[in-house]
């Protein structure tokens, strides 16, 4: 029997796949996932190894699909946790991995894996494709046991005109679904999307009419990975006569690595250091920024407020944003379009042209074209949240798969395929949450988080009321400290009242104090009653009893 | 002179314009704000009217545009610290108002204006002129002065084919351009669009077909104050045989309101009590439900997840978003998707049908048609942010209007228009957020968010020194308490070294601590180096001395 279980992936999230038979374990993929606004102070989640730390089953290799941080960037978390066991992916993506690795100090080599030959890891057979994504290099698998073919359909589009003219391999794909597929895993994440997504190369043209009529500095921005998107704005720049700098962390270093490997064809001469712009006229400048995003600290937004050293803002200059906003990220995004505008840069973004930015996806018509190619028993979208999987079902619907020949998989839920190539969903392995919060991997959960939440939504108040150990008795002042409740200078007569709830609570019990739960528990609940009361807020409150 | 200077309103935002002659004020609408991400537990903004409270001229009166809550539901807040004035406002628009006001037990009269004759305040004479909008019965208004002539052109569409009929008043508009307007305020939310917004009507038959497969209950959510697209979905479904429920506080008070001034037709034999639909089959019910925006607690948040009395979602069900997702709203909105995807109902939204809403903010098209129609000799973008205001500055442009006759206000910035009719940027009022938290009115503000900001993103810790009073030394054991930083059970070897890093401090002092805050400073320091050292974590530190 072979198991599939998605240890994370079933969304744009930290991606980790679990392939398992009687024996032996493979994996695809190691991402990192992105908190949601309740993950207070969170910065990423890792997928819950648990599972694999605990099984005595060999795990006898990994593959990356592609270079994007919810499929690689877990990694350096992931890696040390694991008994160790040789990695494949393509030449870029183990280059954009390495990377990942070596911030950390992880130092774990990453085979190139043989598009002709594959690789046999254990008793699974491995066969690596080629497809086109937004960031170059991308590779579907077929994974293969005695019994069963599984095609792995990570993030995926079908580009006919890649920068690169590296076109994903529709041979093999056909070859493989005429030899037979049991289970197609496939991308699902624009399955609502109708026809085909555009080609990469289409932009050209509308990023070409961009800078043409830009008087001041060129400024564009786009997703750091997105290497082809970079090369041929810097084409543009280089034919129009501009010189060009790189600016920010990601940026920069994905750029190297891929030019080191051969897959990014920077205009040599254009290329110039950031410290070298100021001595170049603006109107001969095209500065390539990360912070697509509107990310927190990246050179676009510090730009945006005046505060970048090199980067200034003229209002004779054009900023282009060749990405749209990730759902979750629009306020960011919308903040620092209009602190550009302030500035008075024009600045072209989605809802004034939506020819600057392409979905590296597939929609609908790829999607179904995927499934036509291959002809899998099984259909299993991964890689969107619950609404593009049941869309991708529709999708199936219309190729002629019945309900219960699709899969929608949850997070931890494990599809079992037996010896004869039938497939049903098996047992529910239990996962949590894994955060990482500064050096803290794991060490936040739901406790700390409901009192982040209660302290941001309320502030808190901490009650410290000093006993005499010897006679139970009250020994000293009261006092209330509060923070994020209100202003401490109006809210005088408040704190007095809350003082003198306290007394009353204290003064109620004859008998030394001992109870020291009750005594705690009878000044919260007329603290809360008051502050409810009085304010309509729930403050955290935290009764302190020191005992001296 | 007039000036006019906006309070708020210069974005989707808690709208209060004033209109300031040497003796008078005039006010145009009272609105409430939403609080961005930063602004954590504030449940609405209003505008600060400082300005207002301390002015010693007459305030001769204030006028409603429409019955949105960013121009309305501010006034229970603004009229109790203002002196009284008349109010004047359409008859819906009225209505609406009075129910804002009603909850918050303020009690004035709203006169409803005459779109015949008009009005006059003070020395204003009002003209008021029928305009389409997301919510019915919309007025802008021509504002004159015995030299100075201004079109207030609030929120507001060119629906030719409104689904009450009754259309915008274009010959009145013209009139008013023939006779002469200095200034044209207008709404610019939209002015990244091409073209003309398409008309409420348009949505019939795309409405329509969604009900025609409908196997289970059909689910609509809209906006509550969109009583049109209430009274279509409504009629739909009557057509379609279904009973009809509206559910949530929003909608239902809405649609009283509205039904009560005769704008809202609903069929009456159609409809039904909230609590008949359980004997009602599925496929014969229509429920239109609050809650389009994701809104926590909201009817439809509620039976998505299964906590509705009534609301069961059934897979046969089908509900459609009637609204497109706020900005800043998208994830709240895809959460509700994917939980109401996950009990198996169909759901339709604007990713897999985009021809269910349609904005009530006037495109490009409509922008330079008002200009055209109205030929003022100034420009001022109101009603959006930097961005829009850019773009609409644009299409002033395309008409002929150089950059230095288009005003780009920023709250609080005066425009003054002297007796020729020149206008120019004057002074700036300084203005506060004034945010509500609770029952409290601006008693939140920087120091409280911050510390809210810090709780929230690194939790926090309290230390806690017990002093004798006499000798000034330390009189029993450290406590340090902590909330939102780690589990409790997993950090106790540090915690441990915090106390130690505390005992420290107090050891390296030689003489009797009288110098508390040196002592606290040195705690505070201390324990942040440990943290960060250790988690990279910068909780708010407070260290607290007991003197016993």
Redesign the interface.
Do not use: N
């Given at each position: 029997m072979l198991k599939i279980i998605p240890l994370g992936g079933m969304a744009v999230t930290k991606n980790l796949f679990v392939y398992e038979t009687d024996e032996e374990i493979l994996l695809v993929d190691g991402g990192i996932g992105f908190p949601?606004?309740t993950m207070?102070?969170v910065d990423l989640l890792i997928p819950d190894t648990t599972y694999l730390q605990n099984t005595k089953k060999k795990i006898v290799g990994m593959l990356l699909t592609h270079g994007h941080d919810d499929h690689i960037a877990g990694l350096p978390y992931i890696l040390p946790k694991l008994p160790e066991f040789p990695l494949f992916a393509s030449r870029l993506t183990a280059g954009f991995a390495a990377e990942r690795m070596k911030e950390f100090s992880v130092m774990r080599r990453i085979n190139i894996i043989d598009d002709v030959r594959g690789v046999r890891l254990g008793k699974f057979a491995i066969e690596s494709i080629r497809v086109t994504h937004s960031v170059p290099d991308a590779r579907h698998f077929v994974i293969t046991t005695p019994n069963v073919s599984v095609y792995h359909g990570s993030d995926f589009k079908f580009d006919l005109t890649p920068i690169d003219g590296v076109r994903p391999d529709f041979q093999k794909i056909a070859d493989i679904g005429k030899r037979g597929v049991t289970v197609l895993l496939s991308d699902c994440l624009r399955s609502?999307?109708p026809g085909f997504s555009a080609s990469e190369s289409s932009l050209n043209e509308s990023l070409e009419a961009e800078i043409r009529d830009t008087k001041g500095k060129l400024i564009v921005t786009t997703m750091s990975s997105n290497v082809h998107r970079i090369q041929q704005a810097a084409q543009i720049a280089a034919r129009a006569g501009r010189r060009i700098a790189l600016f920010g962390r990601s940026v920069e270093v994905n750029a190297r690595v891929a030019q080191e490997l051969g897959f990014l064809k920077l205009p040599k001469q254009a290329m110039v250091k950031k410290k070298s712009i100021r001595n170049i006229p603006d109107n001969q400048l095209c500065l390539i920024v990360a912070g697509s995003q509107g990310q927190e600290g990246s050179a676009l937004v510090r730009a945006a407020r005046g505060e970048h050293r090199e980067i200034k803002i003229q209002p004779s200059d054009k900023v282009v944003f060749s990405a749209d906003p990730i759902?979750?990220n629009?306020?960011a995004v919308?903040e620092t379009?209009?602190a550009l505008?302030?500035r008075g840069a024009?600045?072209i973004y989605h809802?004034?042209n939506d020819e600057l930015h392409v979905s590296g996806h597939a929609s609908s018509g790829e999607l179904m074209l995927l499934m036509e190619l291959l002809k899998p028993k099984y259909l299993v979208p991964i890689g969107g949240?619950?609404?593009h999987m049941?869309?991708y079902r529709k999708l199936g619907e219309k190729m002629g798969y019945s309900a219960d020949r699709v899969f929608l998989l949850e997070e931890g839920q494990s599809l079992e395929i037996n010896m004869r190539g039938e497939a049903r969903i098996g047992e529910t392995i239990p996962l949590k949450n894994v955060m990482v919060?500064?050096?803290?991997i794991g060490?936040?959960?739901k406790?700390?988080?409901r009192?982040?939440?209660l302290?941001?939504?309320?502030?808190?108040l901490?009650v410290?009321v000093?006993i005499e150990k010897q006679t139970g008795k009250i020994?000293?002042d009261v006092?209330i400290?509060s923070?994020?409740?209100?202003?401490m200078k109006?809210?005088k007569q408040l704190m007095d009242k809350a003082r003198g709830e306290v007394y009353t609570v204290i003064k109620s019990i004859k008998t030394p104090i001992r109870e020291w739960r009750a005594v705690k528990e009878g000044i919260r609940k007329r603290l809360e009653r008051l502050f409810s009361k009085?304010?309509?807020?729930f403050p955290?409150i935290?009764p302190?009893i020191?005992?001296?």
């Open positions: 949601d606004e207070l102070g609502e999307r759902p979750g629009e306020r919308y379009i209009d505008a302030h024009e600045v809802d004034v949240t619950y609404r049941v869309q919060d500064g050096l803290g060490d936040v959960g406790v700390v988080l009192d982040r939440q302290m941001a939504e309320e502030g808190m901490v410290i000093p020994s000293g006092e400290i923070r994020g409740v209100v202003f109006e809210s009085e304010l309509e807020r955290l935290i302190i020191i005992r001296t």
